[in-house]
């Protein structure tokens, strides 16, 4: 059973903080396992990607050849039925309208002493994109994580996913649909690899993989890891963790929807979350009865009933203000505003990585099409960071150009400030060109 709180019960305060400093990602402390993979990818390159992926994947990459061919690519297009195609398409197309929304404009100006100043913003060459091999491995995260680099105009783009050999897929194939999706998102080059050590080799690049500039994409601990220490060497989009979903409703919402949303949460990991912030006392125990029989049914029900049994909480409130509070406290993932006037919550609350206005707007939608990136800032951090875009594929470029005129207006101020910080030849770089003017 989830927890049951109610904001108005003594202890409220200390359950709710309990909640949210809930620790929810994988408790094993892999960074000196990832340390040593980074380590003998940056020294041996292909030959420790090759030696990990064996282990690991049991993939002999000079057997099974490290690349995804572009025929392979154009073979998992055309073999998806018409429904499906059309329906990447349209995804595809909503998630470029969305982002071509993001891409910055630069500015140049001339101020009133003749000094021009502006901004430029260009692409990175190359970016690197995670997809995973194992329960995680949705085209649509290939859709949401290419398409923004590809309106950025990033010039390479690179895809990792790895293709393990196990009882489910004792051939080591790659998802169809993931090739399908890099092909209509814009993908250059495929390899398959995984793990800490493809991070590595997108980061250091080896004879196989190209060098790139930014890695983006979701992915295990070890992954996630390997994206937290390379970070310096290479941009990343974030380090992510255990997805979540906080619903806020007034009781008027249909239960059934509620549970639904909550197990759409829930049954990516078992380490999930799944919140519901109500003012009905009604409609929290119906919501509770309507995810037990949901449940029932599930194909997915062993992972979404132990995230909901161990991580999900349902909270009472009195009135709709009472969610404002403990919504940007929780900072999450996705916030689900089922109310009469979701606006006006929305233009209250300060922290979460996408917001969903009103009953009709499942969080499911904002998963695959509706446009705005699923990639989102989890575990709080959403009060700080927010959500992949266009600007994570680009660097801002900012120029300068004083002229004679707007040098001779400004630069006796720095050289007066220089002399004041003891550097004497920022002060006489300055100087010269006032005192000789060629």
Known sequence: MPQRLDARAPGFAAQFAALVDAKRDDAADV??????????????????????????????????????CAAQMDAALAGLSPDLRAALDLAAARIRSFHERQKPQGNDAVDDVGVRTGVRWSPVDAAGLYVPGGRAAYPSSVLMNAIPAVVAGVRDLIMVTPTPRNAANPDGQINPLVLAAARVAGVSRVFRIGGAQAIAALAFGTAHVPKVDVITGPGNA????????????????????????VIVSDGKSNPEWIA??????????????????????????????AVARQLETLPTAAVAGASWRDHGAIILIAELADALPLLDALAPEHAELMVDDP????????????????????????????????????????????????????????????????????????????????????????????????
């Open 260 to 289: 639904a949303d909550l197990l759409a949460q829930a049954e990516h990991d078992p380490v999930a979350q799944s919140i519901l912030i109500t003012t009905s006392a009604a409609e929290a125990d119906a919501v509770e009865q």
């Open 31 to 68: 960074s000196s396992t990832v340390a040593a993979i980074i380590a003998g990818v940056k020294a041996r390159g292909d030959a420790a990607v090759a030696e990990l992926t064996a282990k690991f994947d049991r993939v002999v990459l000079d057997e099974a050849g490290w690349e995804i």
């Open 343 to 438: 606006d006006w919550l929305f233009a209250r609350m300060r922290h979460a990585g996408s917001v969903f206005l009103g009953r009709h707007t499942p969080e499911a939608a904002g998963d695959y099409l509706a446009g705005p990136n699923h990639v989102l800032p989890t575990g709080r951090r959403a009060r700080f960071a927010s959500g992949l875009s266009v600007t994570d594929f680009m660097k801002r470029t900012t120029f300068l150009d004083c002229g004679p005129r707007g040098l001779a207006a400004i630069g006796p101020a720095g050289a007066a400030i220089a002399d004041v910080e003891g550097l004497a030849a920022h002060a006489a770089s300055i100087r010269l060109r006032l005192e000789t003017g060629t």
């Open 222 to 245: 070890f992954v996630a890891e390997a994206k937290r220490q390379l970070y310096g060497v290479v941009g990343i989009d974030m380090v992510a963790g255990p997805s979540e979903v």
